[in-house]
């Protein structure tokens, strides 16, 4: 496993592990069930990405992995704007910082390996 891989797992889990101290509003388990989609999905693409079969199904799987982390990165966002507990929100700051960094680092793969395609 290497770096990447090993932050967007950690990244999934520490999302499940925040999502379970979020109230079950009805508002939030639509946002809940979302966000843990994305997270999780995100990681699973770029794991596909690392047994890819060609270029062109390496740089697919990593454009949706990043297609994924923005949208995870928008859930966390969503629910740091609605939060109403503020002890929470420090580990909300927190996804969301990691969350962006994992898009820019998923976007520069898909510009590089997308420059290089003929």
């Known amino acids: 496993m290497n770096n990447l891989s090993d932050r967007l797992l950690k990244f999934a889990i520490d999302v499940i592990v925040f999502l379970r101290k979020i109230p079950n509003s009805e508002e939030y388990l639509i946002i809940k069930r979302q966000l ?9 693409n770029y794991e596909e990405s690392q047994g890819a ?6 740089t697919n799987k990593v454009r949706i992995s990043l297609k994924e982390m923005r949208e995870s990165n928008y859930w966390v966002k969503v629910i740091d704007g609605t939060l109403q507990k503020e002890d929470l929100r420090p580990e909300c700051k927190i996804l969301i910082n990691e969350s962006t960094e994992l898009k820019n680092i998923l976007g520069a793969i898909c510009s590089k390996t997308e420059r290089k395609q003929p």
């Open 36 to 44: 843990i989609k994305s997270s999780t999905s995100s990681g699973a």
């Open 53 to 58: 079969s060609s270029k062109a199904d390496f």
